[in-house]
């Protein structure tokens, strides 16, 4: 299975990014992308993304980032997850650019930019630092 088809099955699989409508724009190994496109049940009263939408999107990247640059049968999970939220996320699509920095056998470090598009709201509106450790990959369902 290839970096991408991997992050695209995990994405498809999993509740909440199967329910939010998570995207993956790119995967490779090391370096994964994905989308969010804004919709009512993500938003904050004010209409921009919820701190705790923006924070998971970014978890997920981290771990597909991480995973992807892990040998077969090996997967990330998160054991910290630091967000600094920079401004509003304000626009129709967050996107989470997530680059794995380390990979070694128990741990992995991933740094993750967050931005939203287009033109009116666009700009970086977080960025996350994750940690995560190696684990044996579950079966795929």
Known sequence: MTPEQLVRKVTAITGYTHAAGVEVVSAEPGNVTLSLAK???LLQFNGFFHGGVVSGLADHAAGAAATTALPAGKIAVTVDL???FLAPAKGQTL???????????TI???AVELETHPAEGQGLCA????TLRVVDMPPLK
Not at 95 to 105: M, N
Not at 127 to 130: F, N, S
């Open 127 to 130: 960025v996350a630092h994750v």
């Open 82 to 84: 630091h967000v600094n």
């Open 108 to 110: 992995c470090v991933v």
């Open 39 to 41: 919709k009512p049940e």
């Open 95 to 105: 996107y989470a650019k997530a680059r794995t920095l380390q990979v070694g056998g």
